[in-house]
């Protein structure tokens, strides 16, 4: 982790047997250290409860408890007011809580989060862990049942407390074997990307008709084969979509995600879910996402990023066929009743800003494994050098990073 005037950058680690990204900070007085799933699908950060029933009766919460009687400089705002859920079913309840907290370098006082004392859980071997929630403070748990008491969530806190001059943060998961990537706040890593980055507002969530999610505009999708011979194709698709860094893999409307699903030969099974041969990820197929409109922003998708390995069995062992095939998990599903949501599969070939401060969402092409640093700071009311033009039936901008 490290710091730099006018914007906070942190490591995220590629957790890839738990197909997450974790991001290493500090809690309380003296510190406290966890690992926290990043999530800009959420707003609200919480840490397990060193005495509650999960860490205290099992070894899971390997990545950080909290002792409030550890901590000076720790306290209570709400008994049992923290309470949220996930669409995986997970549930956790506990009190709000204010503390000091620690990420990048920055140290963050009276941070409002919340102190898992309860937790529904629908795993139970990966590690219980907290998280960062990084989206909308209008996304965040207490925000359905009372809005009066919606609090300053961290991208607000980074802005107030003078770490970054902006409410607004790149994201850069690098590639799937990669162990590592980085989350800047308050600015712009021109290094990470390639060609010019493209702003697109964000649209209204399609399920509470709010600002509450990192939601963008699909146009378009096609896959190349390798010799550049399009297999599949969708236009003027004008199709919602949420940019969200907690959901593993990428879900689009079950028609298009099932003749996705044929195109590639994947199986459905009841013991694997939704499978192929690994060697998939040997194939020069290429995924093409345009947003916004025609002429708007397009990310390329080796079709390598979507074959995904499944976590190890206890044995250290990996699935495979009958005939000993190794077999890995598909990255594209069907979003059945929920809406269509843009994981980690996809963001980790895009360079994505999130510009809450001005509603919007910068997409670039990544460049991976970068090894540079050639951070701007967003200082402004718009990203460093952009442009605005009108592109279909959305406003776009651009800015070139690279010549």
Same mark, same amino acid.
């Given at each position: 982790?490290?710091?730099?005037?006018?914007?906070?950058?942190?490591?995220?680690?590629?957790?890839?047997?738990?197909?997450?990204?974790?991001?290493?900070v500090?809690?309380?007085?003296?510190?406290?250290?966890?690992?926290?799933?990043?999530?800009?699908?959420? $707003?609200?950060?919480?840490?397990?409860?060193?005495?509650?029933?999960?860490c205290?009766?099992?070894?899971?919460?390997?990545?950080?408890?909290?002792?409030?009687?550890?901590?000076? $400089?720790?306290?209570?705002?709400?008994?049992?007011?923290?309470?949220? $859920?996930?669409?995986?079913?997970?549930?956790? &309840?506990?009190?709000y809580?204010?503390?000091?907290?620690? @990420?990048?370098?920055? +140290?963050?006082?009276n &941070?409002?989060?919340?102190?898992?004392?309860?937790?529904r859980?629908?795993?139970?071997? $990966?590690?219980?862990?907290?998280?960062?929630?990084?989206?909308?403070?209008?996304?965040?748990?207490?925000?359905?049942?009372?809005?009066?008491?919606v609090?300053?969530? @961290?991208?607000?806190?980074?802005?107030?407390?003078?770490?970054?001059?902006?409410?607004?943060?790149?994201?850069?998961?690098?590639?799937?074997?990669?162990?590592?990537?980085?989350?800047?706040?308050?600015?712009?890593?021109?290094?990470?990307?390639?060609?010019?980055? !493209?702003?697109?507002?964000?649209?209204?969530?399609?399920?509470?008709?709010?600002?509450?999610?990192?939601?963008?505009?699909?146009?378009?999708?096609?896959?190349?084969a390798?010799?550049?011979?399009?297999?599949?194709?969708?236009?003027?698709?004008?199709?919602?979509?949420?940019?969200?860094? *907690?959901?593993?893999?990428?879900?689009?409307?079950?028609?298009?995600?099932?003749?996705?699903?044929?195109?590639?030969?994947?199986?459905?099974s009841?013991?694997?879910?939704?499978f192929?041969?690994?060697?998939?990820?040997?194939?020069?197929?290429?995924?093409?996402?345009?947003?916004?409109?025609?002429?708007g922003? +397009?990310?390329?998708?080796?079709?390598?990023?979507? !074959?995904?390995?499944?976590?190890?069995?206890?044995?250290?062992?990996?699935?495979?066929?009958?005939?000993?095939?190794?077999?890995?998990?598909?990255?594209?599903?069907?979003?059945?009743?929920?809406?269509?949501?843009?994981?980690?599969?996809?963001?980790?070939?895009?360079?994505?800003?999130?510009?809450? &401060?001005? +509603?919007? @969402?910068?997409?670039?092409?990544?460049?991976?494994?970068?090894?540079?640093?050639?951070? +701007?700071?967003?200082?402004?009311?718009?990203?460093?050098?952009?442009?605005?033009?009108?592109? *279909?039936?959305?406003?776009? &901008?651009?800015?070139?990073?690279?010549?």
């Amino acid at each position: 982790l490290r710091r730099r005037a006018g914007s906070v950058q942190a490591t995220l680690d590629n957790a890839q047997s738990n197909l997450l990204y974790l991001v290493n900070v500090t809690v309380g007085t003296p510190t406290q250290n966890f690992a926290l799933q990043l999530d800009t699908g959420s $707003s609200d950060i919480w840490i397990p409860a060193a005495d509650s029933d999960v860490c205290q009766e099992s070894n899971r919460c390997s990545n950080g408890a909290f002792d409030p009687n550890s901590s000076s $400089s720790f306290g209570e705002l709400a008994q049992g007011a923290f309470d949220i $859920s996930y669409v995986d079913g997970t549930k956790i &309840q506990g009190d709000y809580i204010s503390e000091t907290f620690g @990420i990048g370098g920055a +140290k963050i006082e009276n &941070q409002t989060m919340g102190l898992a004392n309860d937790a529904r859980l629908t795993d139970d071997s $990966s590690p219980f862990q907290g998280i960062i929630g990084v989206g909308f403070p209008s996304g965040e748990s207490i925000a359905s049942a009372d809005p009066s008491q919606v609090y300053p969530n @961290i991208i607000n806190m980074l802005k107030d407390q003078g770490h970054t001059s902006t409410l607004a943060y790149s994201l850069w998961l690098n590639d799937l074997e990669a162990s590592t990537g980085s989350i800047l706040f308050g600015g712009v890593d021109n290094s990470k990307f390639k060609g010019d980055l !493209v702003v697109l507002p964000i649209q209204p969530d399609s399920e509470s008709g709010g600002l509450t999610s990192f939601t963008v505009v699909l146009d378009n999708v096609n896959v190349e084969a390798g010799n550049g011979k399009v297999q599949y194709s969708q236009n003027s698709l004008a199709m919602p979509v949420i940019l969200d860094s *907690g959901t593993t893999l990428t879900y689009l409307p079950d028609d298009m995600a099932n003749d996705i699903m044929t195109g590639v030969g994947a199986v459905n099974s009841e013991e694997a879910g939704v499978f192929v041969p690994c060697d998939l990820m040997n194939s020069p197929a290429t995924f093409n996402f345009g947003f916004g409109s025609s002429a708007g922003p +397009k990310i390329q998708v080796q079709i390598s990023e979507f !074959v995904v390995p499944y976590p190890p069995f206890s044995d250290g062992s990996y699935p495979t066929l009958n005939d000993g095939t190794p077999i890995c998990q598909w990255g594209i599903l069907p979003a059945g009743d929920t809406p269509n949501l843009f994981g980690d599969t996809f963001l980790r070939s895009a360079y994505v800003v999130y510009d809450l &401060q001005n +509603k919007n @969402i910068g997409l670039a092409q990544t460049v991976f494994n970068a090894t540079g640093s050639d951070v +701007k700071d967003i200082t402004g009311s718009s990203l460093p050098g952009a442009t605005s033009t009108a592109s *279909g039936t959305v406003v776009t &901008q651009t800015f070139s990073g690279h010549p």
